[in-house]
């Protein structure tokens, strides 16, 4: 392995005046790596947008009666658009991201995004980190997670 390949399978972000800049990479898991950098940068919560190619998007459409997603795949498409949030559950970091996706023949497919992972060139990803914690619950009756904030009083 050469020095530059090398470093770029390091390098996946940098910091910025307002929060982040990741570069993901062939097969890069996308919700993995924003896990990742929220668990690694302690990143109270953030907003994020994205553009790049893609090996396979999963989008899901939640069916409100049964309570869950319905899961679609595509392969091989272009992510026009990627905006999503980084809160905290119980768990840890709760990354909830929608987007639009474009195959060859110019078609579009969006909705939230249940998995993605980088496909041929990179994916770029702008963090914007917000100075508060926030954090995400179930609620019912829906099964929904849902972003909770606290109002002043």
């Known amino acids: 392995m050469n020095n530059l390949t090398a ?13 982040y800049l990741m570069v993901l990479r062939q097969d890069d898991d996308v919700i993995a790596k924003i896990e990742d950098l929220a668990k690694t940068e302690n990143i109270p919560s953030a907003n994020f947008t994205g553009i790049g190619f893609a090996s396979d ?14 899961p679609k795949t595509f392969k091989k498409v272009e992510m026009g658009s990627l905006t999503g949030s980084i809160a905290w559950n119980e768990k840890g970091p709760s990354i909830h991201v929608h987007g ?8 579009a497919y969006g909705g939230h995004i249940l998995s993605l992972h ?21 609620e019912q009756p829906l099964n929904a997670n849902v972003l909770q904030l606290k109002c002043p009083q």
């Open 7 to 19: 470093q770029q399978d390091k390098c996946r972000y940098i910091k910025t005046q307002t929060g």
């Open 57 to 70: 998007v999963t989008f899901g459409f939640y069916d409100f009666n049964a309570k869950k997603f319905n």
């Open 100 to 107: 639009v996706a474009t195959d060859d023949k110019f078609n």
């Open 118 to 138: 980088v496909g041929t060139g990179s994916m770029e990803i702008y963090i914007n980190v917000n100075d508060k914690k926030l954090e995400r619950k179930v």
